[in-house]
């Protein structure tokens, strides 16, 4: 896939990959990343907030009491948000990390070798 950006853009492959292992170019290529996440992130939190207008809108004036209910079920899952596990394999290296509000942070500290030794006393005992 590389290869084909790479034809399309008129440079050779080698070219890309030497330009790729310089620091400023990583540091661009980082940047054009998080700034893309944010953009989806705020396009997705707008037509989330439309949704949210059009369901309000079927639920006072929609005919159908099926149509209703439904709204009434979609608003009822809104109010609670279902738990969710996100799991972050990457390393760390420092600076900051954007937590979305309402987003649940866990940090855990220590090594699995740690839990494995914990888990060999209790099995043990």
Known sequence: MIQEACRRAGIKYSAWHKAMAKPHVQALLEKMKTEYIQQVETMAERHKARALEIAADLLENAE??????????????????????????????????YARPGQRVVEIEGSAEDVTDQGSDDAGN
């Open 64 to 97: 159908s009491e099926a149509v209703k209910a439904r709204m009434v079920e979609f608003f009822r899952r809104e109010a609670s948000p279902a738990a969710s596990i996100t799991i972050n394999n990457t390393v760390n290296s420092g600076g900051y990390e």
